[in-house]
T-cell receptor, first 116, second 115 residues
Framework: AQSVTQLDSQVPVFEEAPVELRCNYS??????LFWYVQYPNQGLQLLLK??????LVESINGFEAEFNKSQTSFHLRKPSVHISDTAEYFC??????????????FGQGTILTVHP | DTGVSQNPRHKITKRGQNVTFRCDPI?????LYWYRQTLGQGPEFLTY????????KSRLLSDRFSAERPKGSFSTLEIQRTEQGDSAMYLC?????????????FGPGTRLTVL
């Protein structure tokens, strides 16, 4: 069985400040890792993913996450946030490899609120 | 719009009634997933279709829940004898399964409120 823990349910920050949203996972097999974002009244959107290779992955809007296998973590960071980054962020995992149907296990979500 | 669509977007029903939701995946996506998201929680997997075959069901999917994908295109999720605990957002996602990793694209969800 897999599980994902997002350590902070809410993270308030001021605009242009750095932010880190924490994610830890538990799995007995190799995993792929994801961050999804959900803006108000919109569906889930893939923000970034780790499949293999470089442990540091980046999104097009300045977010990055680093896969740390020894600490089983995949924390999301942004050096300078904007008001438009206000949303709920979900960390998710799935089994790596072809034996999985691709079902995702999600964390509880972190609401990021950026204040002016 | 070529994304995943779900109907209705909102459904209010009385306890004991049956409800049915529809999901139209992205055209040619052969994999379809249903998830449920309750307030303050992340989405939880319910069931998975590959084409018209239902290949996996979560233990969350009690006997009152049934899902179909009759022609490998759209899918329906029916809940019989609804209970207040069924109140949640029901999400549908689809992907094109031609390799190990295939991105899941999510619909906007159907929000169910059981009174």
């Amino acid at each position: 069985a897999q599980s994902v823990t997002q350590l902070d349910s809410q993270v308030p920050v001021f605009e242009e400040a750095p932010v880190e949203l924490r994610c830890n996972y538990s799995s007995s097999v190799s995993v792929y890792l994801f961050w999804y974002v959900q803006y108000p009244n919109q569906g889930l959107q893939l923000l970034l993913k780790y499949l293999s290779g470089s442990t540091l992955v980046e999104s097009i809007n300045g977010f990055e996450a680093e896969f740390n296998k020894s600490q089983t973590s995949f924390h999301l960071r942004k050096p300078s946030v904007h008001i438009s980054d206000t949303a709920e962020y979900f960390c998710a995992v799935r089994n790596a490899g072809g034996t999985s149907y691709g079902k995702l296990t999600f964390g509880q979500g972190t609401i990021l609120t950026v204040h002016p | 719009d070529t994304g995943v669509s779900q109907n209705p977007r909102h459904k209010i029903t009385k306890r004991g009634q049956n409800v049915t939701f529809r999901c139209d995946p992205i055209s040619e996506h052969n994999r379809l997933y249903w998830y449920r998201q309750t307030l303050g929680q992340g989405p939880e997997f319910l069931t998975y279709f590959q084409n018209e075959a239902q290949l996996e069901k979560s233990r969350l999917l009690s006997d009152r829940f049934s899902a179909e994908r009759p022609k490998g295109s759209f899918s329906t999720l029916e809940i019989q004898r609804t209970e207040q605990g069924d109140s949640a957002m029901y999400l549908c996602a689809s992907s094109l399964g031609t390799g190990d990793y295939n991105e899941q694209f999510f619909g906007p969800g159907t929000r169910l409120t059981v009174l």
